[in-house]
């Protein structure tokens, strides 16, 4: 009697015939040397006898590689494998066969897992795909080393006015007779884009890709697509701009004419802050009211400044004030965070890591400051921005945690002190991790991927803010007279 057979790969035959090769067992229940067997193979509607041997006494083994060339596995390869028997010399059997035993399907494909039904949020985890081929690498040319053959997977990102919607840990991996039966995974993201622009699908295409002479034939054109949903994670945004006037991130409006630093914004639940400083418009001490002149903003260890606050130089004997961007703290800016500025030096724009986004306008007398804060801070901010969570009357929340019916006395609240301002002090590095980035806006165009061109593998591809009309700042500096004068003539947009 028979069990139900199995099948699978057999990775020793596959190397020494240079040929994918499979073998099909079945268990031998209550053994008689009387009992003889037949066992087929069917790839698709092609059926091709095998020949049986004893593994041992409990299994019947047969072995066959893949026939029908020429194979490619991205058509569809399915094969089984079925057993019937019979008693050869027992006449009540009448010498009839059994019925026939199939085996389960076996296709030899690139197992995707998942393909539909993946969801990521802009302000939530990535979710894992496992990739992994079915059936041994194996290249029939003799020029090469078994070592040497590789199935190469790429993943393309589609990207609408060159950005993309969703981000990957890696753009590509590869499968050898070494590895090809451990599943590699790669995690998908949602990029925040800072855009409410709701809910987007995004086409993942896996696809293999042609090595010369490197590549099994029977894997060429082999494409997967898995269907992804991102999902838009609302942003809100804060600003101190003018005398100052001020709009919290739940839109409550108010006006402080003060002068000195103040918080703006404060993460509760991450290291996160920015302070601003306040001047006589124009730098007049005495007749003008208060403008921003300058802002500063700490993430982690990072810390920046952008300010003109009693900065002065002459241009044909007039005096400007020209914009000061500094890198506050020690050592260099982690990966991710960026600094940028539009074409004719009037505007700035501090990325940092975690895609909070600071804009500055800059204007002869003084600075506007825009504030736009990621969906992990909704209802985790204090200062003068309020607390965003969606309630605007509930904003006037001092450094005590108690609400303020004044707005005056609820900004004097947030005034900084020596110890903390971060224009004069950085403060105690904290530990932090600073892993390598791990996500990629990966290229569409296989010449791109081959080349490694058009990578897109920072921690800054899965921010991305739309940034037009700008260009990065590699290195801090402090602008010259010609800057100033010319911001200056740009117009006092106040």
């Known amino acids: 009697m028979l069990g139900k057979p199995t099948l699978k ?21 209550n053994k008689s040397d009387d009992e003889e067997y037949e066992v087929q193979w069917i790839r698709n509607d092609t059926v091709k006898a095998a020949t049986t041997t004893r593994r041992d006494n409990a299994t019947v083994f047969a072995e066959i590689d893949v026939f029908g060339d020429p194979v490619r596995f991205s058509e569809g390869f399915e094969i089984h494998c079925q057993v019937r028997s019979r008693f050869k010399r027992d006449p009540q059997s009448n010498y009839s066969w059994s019925p026939w035993l199939l085996s389960d399907n076996f296709s030899a494909v690139l197992s995707v897992n998942p393909t539909t039904g993946i969801l990521v949020k802009e302000d939530g985890p990535g979710v894992n795909i496992t990739v992994r081929p079915t059936v041994p690498i194996i290249c029939s040319s003799d020029l090469i080393e078994f070592k040497q053959c590789a199935l190469v997977v790429q993943f393309k990102i589609p990207r609408i006015e060159h950005r993309a919607d969703i981000a990957v840990s890696q753009c590509a991996m590869q499968f050898t007779i070494d590895n090809w039966e451990r599943e590699q995974v790669i995690e998908v993201k949602a990029v925040r884009d800072f855009v409410n622009d709701g809910t987007s699908d995004a086409d993942l295409e896996i696809q293999t890709v042609f090595l010369t002479n490197r590549t099994p034939p029977e894997w060429l054109d ?5 269907q ?17 006037h001020y709009m919290t991130f739940d839109r409550k409006k108010y006006n402080f004419y003060g002068l000195g630093e103040f918080v703006l914004v404060k993460a509760k639940h991450r290291a996160f802050e920015i302070q601003t400083r306040t001047w006589r418009c124009r730098g007049q001490w005495t007749t003008h009211p208060s403008c921003n002149c300058g802002v500063a903003i700490k993430e982690g260890n990072d810390v920046i400044t952008v300010d003109m606050c009693q900065w002065q130089c002459t241009d044909n004997g007039v005096q400007h004030v020209p914009i000061r961007v500094r890198k506050r703290n020690k050592g260099a800016l982690r990966m991710g965070v960026g600094i940028f500025k539009d074409k004719t030096g009037t505007e700035y724009k501090v990325v940092m890591r975690s895609g909070a986004t600071v804009r500055v306008e800059t204007h002869s007398w003084g600075i506007n400051v825009y504030v736009t804060v990621p969906e992990d801070d909704h209802q985790s901010t204090e200062g003068l921005c309020g607390n965003n969570n969606g309630n605007a009357n509930d904003d006037f929340v001092g450094r005590d945690g108690q609400v303020i019916p004044l ?14 301002n971060l ?13 390598k980035p791990t996500n990629c806006c990966c290229p569409v165009d296989a010449e791109d991927f081959v080349n490694r061109t058009n990578f897109d593998c920072s921690f800054s591809a899965l921010v991305q803010p739309k940034r037009a009309e700008l260009q990065k700042v590699d290195h801090p500096y402090t602008t010259n007279c010609e800057t100033s004068s010319r911001r200056q003539s740009v117009g006092d947009r106040r």
Do not use: L
Not at 423 to 435: H, I, K, L, R
């Open 423 to 435: 224009f004069t002090f950085v403060g105690v590095a904290m530990s932090q991790n600073d892993e």
């Open 222 to 226: 082999m494409d997967v697509h898995v």
């Open 407 to 420: 707005h005056i006395d609820f900004v004097e609240s947030w005034r900084v002190n020596r110890t903390e």
């Open 228 to 244: 992804v949903i991102s999902q838009n994670a609302p942003s809100r945004m804060c600003y101190s701009i003018t005398d100052p």
């Open 9 to 29: 790969p057999n990775q020793a035959e596959s190397v020494r015939r240079k040929k994918v090769t499979f073998e099909c067992n079945i268990p031998v229940v």
